[in-house]
T-cell receptor
């Protein structure tokens, strides 16, 4: 079983829409959770960490549900510049990091 | 401030050839990582180095070796390249006490 699973999409949404991505993880001992963003043919970059209480950064909200072992990312008021692949990342140990396959988002004018 | 640099950016090898991918970071980070990214597979950890002088296997270490040359540099060696090693290779680093990883721009490797 994969450590981290994501719906690959693609998600095609109009500008201004709200879109949500989910990700499930298999190791209940996982400690820390993240969302990374990866633009086409570029390196991944940290978008936000995910805390147990949930956290928000502008138009982005991340949530963690430890009981069901999933994390989510909500993007409100989508912009064209949000078009990218969003990677869910989990670490059980703080040394090894497990990446999901990524969810592709295209925001359409 | 260059961050994480990788060389080369592109490489084509024939089956059986060897090569070393270079990675360097100038952020004084303790931990360094090598990943490969394949379509539909996401990033998978090949090897990591939690600190200078230590290296450990990740999910997919077979066919690779690594060297943590010093705190700045972490190289990945393919001794006998195979077509299955065609991939994009990313190096990353992070500081102790923080989980954010900083990635290099990647090396696109094709083995024919």
């Amino acid at each position: 079983r994969k450590e981290v699973e994501q719906d690959p999409g693609p998600f095609n949404v109009p500008e201004g829409a709200t879109v949500a991505f989910n990700c499930t993880y298999s190791n209940s001992a996982s400690q820390s959770f993240f969302w990374y963003r990866q633009d086409c043919r570029k390196e991944p970059k940290l978008l936000m960490s995910v805390y147990s209480s949930g956290n928000e950064d502008g138009r982005f909200t991340a949530q963690l549900n430890r009981a069901s072992q999933y994390i989510s990312l909500l993007i409100r008021d989508s912009k064209l510049s949000d078009s990218a692949t969003y990677l869910c990342v989990v670490t059980p140990t703080g040394n090894q990091f497990y990446f999901g396959t990524g969810t592709s988002l295209t925001v359409i004018p | 401030n260059a961050g994480v640099t990788q060389t080369p950016k592109f490489q084509v090898l024939k089956t059986g050839q060897s090569m070393t991918l270079q990675c360097a970071q100038d952020m004084n980070h303790n931990s360094m990582y090598w990943y490969r990214q394949d379509p539909g597979m996401g990033l998978r950890l090949i090897y990591y180095s939690a600190s200078e002088g230590t290296t450990d296997k990740g999910e997919v270490p077979n066919g690779y070796n690594v060297s943590r040359l010093n705190k700045r540099e972490f190289s990945l060696r393919l001794e006998s390249a195979a077509p299955s090693q065609t991939s994009v290779y990313f190096c990353a680093s992070r500081t102790s006490g923080a989980y954010e990883q900083y990635f290099g721009p990647g090396t696109r490797l094709t083995v024919t």
